[in-house]
């Protein structure tokens, strides 16, 4: 499984991005998919999945709201847009995928690189 993020930089506060994640490996079906970022000092956060089958997505109470993740299946594309991002946002994003159902654990078993997106206040 290989899982490579895109679509980060720099925005100011209240703007939005959009991140996107391709993935090899047939992952899709396979794996639930999802998104994680680690900020300055902080630990690991799951910002945002799919359900194994695609069917139910999952959100961080932090980012409901504002985020919404969505997928591609006929490319293996997952993608996060995020709006009215905020300082607190700024953080090293990178998708993940776990064989389990789904993301109650909030753990993983592969991850790629990630892309950094940084909100100016």
């Known amino acids: 499984v290989q899982l490579q993020a895109s679509g980060g930089g720099l925005v100011q506060a209240g703007g939005s991005l959009r991140l996107s994640c391709a993935a090899s490996?047939?992952?899709?079906?396979?794996?639930?998919m999802g998104w994680f970022r680690q900020g300055p000092g902080k630990g690991r956060e799951f910002v945002a999945g799919?359900?194994?089958?695609?069917?139910?997505?999952y959100y961080a109470d932090s980012v409901k709201g504002r985020f919404t993740i969505s997928r591609d299946n006929a490319n293996d594309t997952m993608y996060l847009q995020m709006s009215s991002l905020k300082f607190e946002d700024t953080a090293l994003y990178y998708c993940?995928?776990?064989?389990?159902?789904?993301?109650?654990?909030?753990?993983?078993?592969?991850r790629g690189q990630g892309t950094q997106v940084t909100v100016s206040s």
């Open positions: 993940a995928a776990t064989r389990r159902a789904d993301w109650r654990y909030k753990d993983y078993d592969y």
């Open positions: 490996g047939r992952t899709f079906g396979a794996y639930a």
């Open positions: 799919f359900s194994w089958n695609g069917l139910t997505a």
